[in-house]
């Protein structure tokens, strides 16, 4: 198991995150996505810069020969370390890629939190919107499968026990409304600010201009700019961070659900092709609720850190920073995967009709019951799920 | 030191958390607050019974004498050990104290986890606004403070090292903008969902007219009335517990800077009166940025706990519901000690200008420049501390 | 709902906490118990100043005045925010209470920090010998229903999917193994170090004399002399609360199981006297398990508070060490509530051989197999089930 | 920036965590790392199968091969997804790579927790060994500096206060006994047991001789056995995890303190080739320390997922067991990165002396004291000093 050259050894591919391995959130968000973020924030300063005639036109050559780049994540990480970010060795091989002349203008007047904070917001913008797609998809599903069974009657169970009689599009309904404030939340980060703060928040190398700046190099990146440097007000990784956690649990909510219906003695669900054992050729695991739990499991912890880091001293805190990068993609990538796997998972879905009716009957005879019990329960519930279906049509309009 | 029958010897009365004790938010999250605050529930829920029509005008007389109820909140919690939540109790007890023929109006198709839920949700928007108003107070210190020093020239320090001139002015403009970022996330939560799910999540009792019973029910209460039943889709919840954690680490970014800023070799700023030492005669210690400071570091576990419990299962979880309460009156206890804490500090925090200047002689004695140098970073802060200012017209308009 | 003097409005009385509410861990960890601990230093403090001669035998009898104190827990904590701790206010009420000639060893060449820090490892020592005996209670009724039932076939879950047989002796043997495991780490806890390294760790005041009083002022208090302070290393608060986590997850393990097991789907276990439920009538929560799974879901967050709180700064930190304080006193609530409600659950645990069989039965159909293959999956779970209980005699040797 | 076949597109080769970027531990437990404890698990079954006589001679002839195979990491972690692990792709490739009639043996009687749980403690081990061999050279190093400096005076802070004397080697003695502390946590994870359990916790495959298969598999990887399967009683994740915790803070506590040492105004130490800064070249900033405090920041969160992990469902959770790989991987990554950069720091920590004295001379003046002052408070810190060195002695021996 030979290691490689650019890290290969050392790199985390996925294998110990099948919640995000393989989905496309997973490579938004890989140390590739970072560096191209990195440059293209750092190209998009140099153009920033022009338009507002700071620097001349003639520099906007460099922006296109550092989009041109071709820059090993590997090797910036290695060289990360001696100044603790991985801005400054990129900028030394920007510096070196530009025109002698243009040099100058690169990386001019900003600092490497503003490069690379620009960046996670690139990713983190482009990884909501994926998101924002995946629980789409998922809340369209859910919809429909809730619009089909509202009239299909279930038990409802509250603390492990079978309780009164629902319907399964009211359970469906629940779940829906969960992914309609994911889909809110999530829309919140689709575009983010950019940084430009330069070395200390005032930018002050850009004189009068710095809003000009500002608002030219969050245009060029299609983000927002914000009305003052956030370098030490860390509230758009704190909303970030909350939107993807609501996100993730909305998800987690859903799987959790059915992992109870996919237990053997209940029975009421499965996944379309359940996970294999390696030990047992008779079960089907629900694979994917599973994963989806586990991603819902780390969210709340990577949170913590990111809130923890928002009481930032200074004009930049000695270690609070450095330690939101890290946590800050494994919000996206856990919410990503869960938002990816529970669409798929939701459309594969197999319903257990007979089952639900078994359990159903089960409560009938512990209580003596009879259908018009079940009706005096159920009868109702398509208020809710009516007015549940009018916010999707809201949501979605 | 004798235990009471009140449950006295285990009270928690705040003697380990004098970031709260004694704070306006911790006496409107007591244990009294919350028996009262579900009394209000079940008084509110007779009242919608009878506007509705379900109940008859006669149950109205319920609602008085619950309302005239005075129970112990200790009691309560000894007895909520059986079943799980100091509902059941509180019901026994409700249902005891209202005319025979009125008991069965009383907790009418409803469930504990409704009142505790509402209860909770009362609790936290009258926390939330008692928050609003020490932010508020904070914020206009913050902008006052702002203006009148904002060419007052400091040092700006990233990673512990000096690093530019900016002025104290556009530190203080962060904070604001910190502190506008909380406010408007705490105004959020000055009004809140109710919950009034029944049994489980279907309001079944009510039949058709759940939808009114709920927007009578919140009417009372003047709340909001939820699209469908939260019982476990815990987004009230994730929502607050964010808002919370955001304001309480804007007060932690500021409590952060006046740490550095009152070190002995900083000497930038000091609380009006430090706190003693119990020890050392001649130390005035940061003793309230430091209740800050500990508080900010207690909020993000706290809302860990409230996400990872929004993945609960079926129609009640078997303990993700249970785990919610305790953080849930943490996040609103220091937030709000947080708040005012801040607000207090602020509010009488000296600067010392002569250090201040002395500071900042340094670095320019380090890097070999003069006061236009420090012209040159700081003539233009005040367009970003104009932005700002124009923020805060706009949030308080 | 009427306020009272001693902080009634504002006091946690346990209402939000059922999982520990009424336990002895909880009065043991109260606020009156942690002012009586403060106490209790300070007075060993003036005797083990005597008994190494440091102070003059007559002041013996401040020790005993203190002993004599009733202190008001309320007080102290709305006094403790002046300064930033309760152990200001605490010695300000000590020396008024001594002879004038022996007011000065009250308190000498102490700090706040070595009292509360003495005074909380005092209560953390009460708490785990608590925990200890609770965790025992446990260990020995599961050694008993293991050795019972070790038998008793039923069928081995993974992933909620029926995998294959298991003996209901085995499936306990693991629950004891992991309480054995709890009872090892929390008796490395009921005896702890005590804090006296005076104002900045040095314990200057007692000149050559420091480890002679600090040795004896932990004998005077039946705990260990750290080999220098721990101010700022935090170690011993570290292992308390991995203990106390350990503990408390250890349980929260049993629960989860009793929780599935009690699905009426399952319907493998019941508690001896199930929770009543506010709405319904036919149910029978399993009350217990639900809190002890409450109190495994909030212990990981607390810990991570005392965790991050170890990096703690100069000689004693601005934040982090009064971020502890909670924290610490709710590891050992959680854990405390935890160990009681578990022993108490197991002691009543219902289990139902028939649902235990109906269940087995359900798995031999699925694979189509036989008696004979349970027999192979079974006959040797003995060996294992017989380490177990091997282990149990050397922890309880 | 093309995507690579290998998942490099997705993958995370250190970019974001340059606390932890190119160090030793982060090649110990990079996915190639457990992909091959893995597979020298498998072999190691194989052959303990052998040895006990289950399997024939000729059985060994598989491991060898098993041994020689090269796979890759990413392949299997996009395979994991179906299943929910990566053991199931990587079985499917051995047993195709050995003899058909030996295939059969591979893999037998066990299951993917038993390989995945086995292989993450082989890599942890290998960390663990690192990291005391890290925290060794850290030790020494601040035993001999502790040694050096036991008499040179400096200030104490408390609360960020100057506060009283005391000496650097005293300040180091404390960071000192926290790194033994530390070590003799990280000591008890050099070897960890192996995971045998079978499909079920049972090992029933290998009927009676299940015991003596785990003692030749533990024996084969030079692990140890456990008294009965750990599947869902994970004593020894959380005992990994809080060691590894209280390693990343005794390392925090230092950078804490050399943060706070290197700042412009106080100027005590700085790190030998102060990181540089990409927009300020007068900037040296304590990088290291910087770094070492992201890690400490990031532990314990990573620590609660382990924690929360523990109360873990039936013989297999759905999705308590997924949630812990990658917080496993974290807990190594970053105390290993926080030891080797910590190790490296104070290896190259520069103290000023003149500052120290500068700082000293400050306090000497406020409290309006002298040279006999400094001596009445630091003549005795050697007693001290002497007991942690005394304690080097022992913790090395």
Known sequence: MSSRADGGASADVGLLSPATAGTTVESLTGDHAVVAAMVRAEAALVRALVEVGLA???????????????????????E??????????????LRAAVADDDASWVHHGTTSQDVLDTALMLVAANAARQVETDLTRLAHSLASLCDR?????????????????????????????GVHDAVRAVRTCTTLP???????????????????????FAGFLEQTAPVVSWHTRRTPVLQLASAMVLAGEGCGKIA???L?????????????????????????????????????????????????????EQERPAGAWHAEWQPLRAVL?????????????VAGLQLDHDALRRNLD???????????????HTDHVGTWIDRVLAQHEEVFA
């Open 362 to 376: 089960r409560l009938l005879q512990a209580v003596g019951e009879d259908e018009a019990w079940v009706g005096l």
């Open 149 to 177: 069974t509202r009239a299909v009657p279930m038990v409802a169970r509250t603390l492990t026990q079978q309780a009164l009689p629902t319907t399964l599009g009211m359970r469906v309904a629940g779940w829906l409304a």
């Open 56 to 78: 001349p036109a003639s520099a906007a050559a460099a922006a296109d020969a550092i989009d041109a780049l071709t820059l090993d994540a590997r090797t910036l990480a290695v």
């Open 80 to 93: 990360a370390v001696e100044g603790g970010n991985p801005v400054i060795p990129l900028v030394r091989r």
């Open 256 to 258: 959790a659900d059915v």
């Open 333 to 345: 990538r856990l919410a990503g995967g869960a938002a990816e796997r529970t669409a798929d998972l």
């Open 260 to 312: 109870v219906m996919s237990q053997t003695e209940v029975g009421e669900a499965r996944e379309d092709h359940g996970g294999p054992s390696s030990a047992m050729a008779h079960k089907a695991n629900p694979a994917q609720a599973v994963l989806v739990a586990a991603a819902a499991r780390q969210l709340p912890a990577a949170g913590s850190v990111l809130a923890a880091s928002a009481a930032a």
């Open 194 to 216: 950019v940084s430009l703060g330069g070395a200390v928040g005032t930018a002050s190398a850009y004189g009068a201009a710095g809003p000009d700046v500002l608002t030219a």
